[in-house]
């Protein structure tokens, strides 16, 4: 079976510019969460949907950062305008409710540097 | 402020040492998670704990839950290189929201 599916793996861009990250989470899954990871401050949860719908947006850092989720098979995470601040690998995951455990299944991450 | 605090934040170790890695909150938990990641690659999960004072082994690994249900603890048995990881703990305060702590990342030296 396909795990979750990111991208792109990697993205370089200049600052100012605009970032949209992509996700496809496990086929069956209601729940769709954003992460960033930073060394300086670990896995930071974002945001996340029930059945596509944004239910806790209160860890997005600021107004430049944007999510959707427009369909039960995609997700988005938009930065507009981009800052180096942003740099880090932002991780998108997928759980089943009811399921043993709510395990989190997540995908590889996409490497945002912002220069 | 990080909800959950692991300790320590860096471990290196030889090859066949025991090992224990804590992770502390003062919030009481419905369920708590242990995750490992690898380089370049997403967390994983290892195990879940949801009743105050449970302990589940996996292999060499051990878990427990506190009983108050504030804290965890992993230990390691004989720690050996494939071991070597970023160790996280999730803390669920209710349904499908997890906070992750700090962090570990252990290195095994063979």
């Known amino acids: 079976d396909a795990g979750v599916i990111q991208s792109p793996r990697h993205e370089v861009t200049e600052m100012g510019q605009e970032v949209t990250l992509r996700c496809k989470p496990i086929?069956?899954?209601?729940?769709l969460f954003w992460y960033r990871q930073t060394m300086m401050r670990g896995l930071e949860l974002l945001i996340y949907f029930n059945n596509n719908v944004p239910i806790d947006d209160s860890g997005m850092p600021e107004d430049r950062f944007s999510a959707k989720m427009p369909n039960a098979s995609f997700s988005t995470l938009k930065i507009q305008p981009s800052e180096p601040r942003d740099s880090a690998v932002y991780f998108c995951?997928?759980?089943?409710?009811?399921?043993?455990?709510?395990?989190?299944?997540f995908g590889e991450g996409s490497w945002l540097t912002v220069v | 402020t990080q909800l959950l605090e692991q300790s320590p934040q860096f471990l290196s170790i030889q090859e066949g040492e025991n090992l224990t890695v804590y992770c502390n909150s003062s919030s009481v938990f419905s369920s708590l998670q242990w995750y490992r990641q690898e380089p370049g690659e997403g967390p994983v999960l290892l195990v879940t704990v949801v009743t105050g004072g449970e302990v589940k082994k996996l292999k060499r690994l051990t878990f427990q839950f506190g009983d108050a249900r504030k804290d965890s603890s992993l230990h390691i048995t004989a720690a050996q290189p494939g071991d070597t990881g970023l160790y996280l703990c999730a803390g669920a305060l209710t349904g499908n929201q997890f906070y992750f702590g700090t962090g570990t990342s252990l290195t095994v030296i063979p």
């Open positions: 995951a997928s759980s089943l409710s009811g399921s043993s455990g709510n395990t989190i299944y």
């Open positions: 086929s069956g899954h209601d729940y």
